[in-house]
């Protein structure tokens, strides 16, 4: 019976949406995107159904704010790692952890499917600049001074980051049927990367 009162205590607008993002991410990352829905999320919480689409207006509302939150989430913890990449003096693995740590961070394997599944790419606008930011901080710490190529450099993180996102989407699984270790393909993607960096352009 105390529980339930805690469920159904009074909150601001604030924290009721915060609360519902929390709880929709808790859904997305369990049970996938069909799992988020507007009754799912109000039950879980406590609250009405109407109350949620007061916060969001719809489903979509709520899905579209969720990405919003994620994506923001993603950011941060992007330009974390390129902090990180700057001060640090580690090897290339240190490098590769570093990116693969931001992108496992609260689900981004399963958010990046999401929304190219539902095929509005302009969620992802606002990881644009930390993408960016990533590849002049390889720069920094792995390209080569003498003649750096900004071509390389951006493929370098699409590599960095395709890998990240497979590795999060489906890496355990995989993993397990090849019989690797859980940091294998950081391992890999750390011994490649200086040769991708440094390779000749010819």
Avoid: Y
Avoid at 37 to 46: E, H, R, Y
Avoid at 77 to 99: C, F, K, Q
Avoid at 126 to 145: E, F, Y
Avoid at 162 to 177: K, N
């Amino acid at each position: 019976m105390s529980i339930e009162r805690v469920r159904r205590r009074r909150r601001t607008p604030d924290e009721a949406r915060q609360e519902a993002l929390a709880c929709a991410r808790a859904r997305l990352l369990a049970g996938g995107p069909d799992s988020v829905t507007l009754k799912a999320v109000a039950d879980d919480l406590g609250m009405t159904h109407a109350n949620l689409i007061h916060h969001f207006g719809s489903a979509e509302g709520l899905q579209s704010a969720l990405m919003g939150s994620m994506v923001a989430d993603l950011s941060n913890a992007l330009d974390t790692a390129i902090a990180r990449l700057r001060t640090d003096e580690g090897a290339p693995l240190e490098l590769v952890n570093a990116v693969f740590d931001a992108f496992a961070e609260g689900g981004a394997g399963k958010l990046a499917a999401w929304i190219v599944l539902k095929g509005d790419l302009s969620h992802l606008e606002p990881v644009r600049d930390a993408v960016n930011g990533l590849v002049h901080a390889i720069q920094d710490k792995l390209g080569d001074p003498v003649n750096p190529s900004q071509n390389r450099l951006s493929a370098a993180v699409l590599f960095i980051a395709l890998s990240a996102f497979g590795e999060a989407l489906i890496g355990p699984p995989l993993r397990d049927m090849l019989d690797q270790e859980d940091d294998a393909s950081r391992k890999v993607v750390a011994g490649l990367l200086p040769h991708f960096l440094l390779k000749s352009s010819h």
